[in-house]
């Protein structure tokens, strides 16, 4: 249990140092899904972090993905397919091409990377202090999404029943300041 328990540490801190890498080269903005002319989400913002993992392969993929095409395109899907399929993934039974660490979104809450007419968040957005904001929390592997479908969390602040899991005693999340 303490195997996994720092493993699924691990992953999410090399999550959290890929975040951090792309808020500083970004002028400290955080990504946004990738969408459509109208608006539509296509890809995750996890798409935009691929070239900030220590992965030649993801940077491949990033190159290749069709950015005007959804995440399940057929192009899309066979350039996916490539990565390994535990990218995103912090808990053992997190199924394969899944992820189970998502942003948590809403009003007074994380970094909205579905609000793309609100444009990116900045650090200096956050009026309470980093370190007083979850960005991104961990998921029971059975609600967890395939990573590169622009899905995350939408706050319910009367609810947690969707973070964590509930054979676990604690959940993982990234704060502003990218404590994990």
Known sequence: ???????RHRQAQNLMEALLAYVRRHRNTFPQNICDSDGTPLLSWRVELL????????????RSLKRNEPWNSPHNAEVLSKLPPR?????AATPDGCCDIV????????FLPSAPDRGPLRIADFGDGL????LLV???????????????????????????????AAFLAIMGDMRV
């Open 51 to 62: 070239p900030y993992l220590n992965s030649p392969t993801a940077q491949k993929a990033f």
């Open 103 to 110: 942003a948590v979104q809403g009003t007074e809450v994380g």
């Open 1 to 7: 249990a303490l195997a996994q328990s720092r493993l």
């Open 131 to 134: 370190s007083q904001t979850a």
């Open 87 to 91: 990218l995103f993934a912090t808990h």
């Open 138 to 168: 961990e998921l029971a592997p059975e609600r967890a999404v395939p990573w590169a479908e622009p899905v995350d969390l939408d706050w319910n602040p009367e609810s947690t029943a969707a973070i964590g899991s509930a054979d676990a």
